[in-house]
């Protein structure tokens, strides 16, 4: 009895451990990521620095406050309905003319005074939480296709739909990404989800086909050196990154290519430049971090009670491990370019944030693991 009133009073501290490394390694990059050219636009080589920094400690205080809290709340039907609905709302508000915020095409961020908020990121965690509510309740009945999978693809497939419009192509990989091994977790017949996938096929070759700057980045990723001024600019200076890092790197802010050259190098492509500046011991150093993640995340599903709890665990671990293993794949030129981060190092308020409240679920669940 004492020793189960112990392991329910204490938090899993190797996941702790990893969740505020990556943290100390995110401002740390940020800043030498970013001198440059914060210095050149805003005469402060510090600015993004600094706005991480306080997003960092608003996502710390967050995640303080969600693990002291009762995880079942995200099996309360009340609740669920209620993140969900007002997740998918601020998703939908993205796409209407002069509310949405812009850039580069995309219209994925909402305004918020001096602040932008990109509500892609609470959907991701709200599809998570509307997963492991409705798997667990479902029970045996998720495995009949009609009245078990039907509704979970209904309504995961309403948020897929809105951020292929915005168009948030990564976001929507993972949260497909994450749903399908949710499914599978809870006991979904796999003939079933095999199917589903297999007739998803066509849909994602025509999301893909019927848009040219998504065929650029096809093209880019099997042969950028076809394009290096232009569609593979930007993973051809992160191959230069690696490779001029070799093993032990150019030492910490002494990387070459964040001097303009590479761009996105304080958010998407962070992990390049800490490829360059700390070598390939750095670079395994983060995937280390991030296995530490999965495995003590797998290791807390695995071991709580209530079917809810664990699908929860599970859902938020490959949340933020599968983003990072894309975010890694992509710059390292394993996968074609998309605009998705490397939760908890790169430079991004809504995703830090959502990230340490996510870890903090983790977190809280760790305390019921046998």
């Excluded at 093993?247 to 430049?273: C, N, W």
């Amino acid at each position: 009895m004492q020793t189960r009133t112990n392991n329910r009073a204490h938090f899993d501290r190797p996941l702790l451990f990893a969740v505020l490394t990556l943290l100390v390694i995110s401002v740390v990059m940020v800043y030498s990521s970013s001198s440059v050219v914060a210095l050149t636009n805003y005469d402060d080589p510090a600015y993004f620095m600094k706005r991480q920094a306080l997003w960092v400690l608003l996502g710390l205080a967050l995640m303080a406050v969600v693990m002291r809290m009762d995880h079942r709340m995200f099996a309360d039907r009340r609740a669920v309905a209620g993140f969900l609905v007002v997740s998918l709302l601020l998703l939908a508000v993205t796409l209407i003319p002069g509310i949405g915020r812009e850039i580069n095409g995309a219209r994925r961020w909402l305004r918020l005074g001096s602040l932008t908020l990109q509500p892609s990121e609470i959907a991701k965690f709200a599809v998570v939480v509307y997963l492991s509510y409705i798997i667990s309740k479902k029970g045996e009945r998720i495995r009949d296709f009609t009245n078990g999978l039907v509704p979970v693809f209904v309504v995961t497939g309403t948020f897929l739909a809105i951020m292929l419009l915005q168009p948030d192509f990564g976001a929507a990989v993972v949260i497909a990404g994450v749903m399908f091994i949710m499914l599978f977790a809870g006991g979904a017949n796999l003939l079933h989800l095999g199917g589903v996938v297999l007739a998803a096929l066509p849909l994602a070759y025509l999301a893909v086909s019927g848009t040219a700057y998504r065929m650029r980045r096809i093209f880019s990723f099997l042969n950028p050196w076809a394009d290096p001024q232009g569609a593979g600019h930007q993973i051809i200076q992160s191959f230069l990154a690696f490779g001029s890092g070799g093993i032990f790197g150019r030492g910490l802010g002494e990387g070459r290519q964040k001097l303009l050259f590479l761009p996105e190098r304080h958010s998407d492509f962070i992990y390049a430049v800490i490829g360059e500046e700390l070598g390939l011991i750095g670079a395994l150093a983060v995937l280390a971090l991030f296995f530490v993640i999965l495995w003590r995340g797998t290791r807390i599903a695995l071991s709580v009670p209530e079917m809810s709890g664990k699908l929860l665990a599970l859902g938020t671990t490959l949340l933020i491990c599968f983003q990072g293993c894309i975010n890694m794949a992509v710059v390292t030129g394993l996968l074609p370019t998309k605009g998705i981060v490397l939760p908890l190092v790169s430079y991004g308020g809504s995703s830090l944030v959502i990230t340490l409240a996510a870890a903090g679920v983790l977190l809280n669940i760790s305390r019921e693991a046998r």
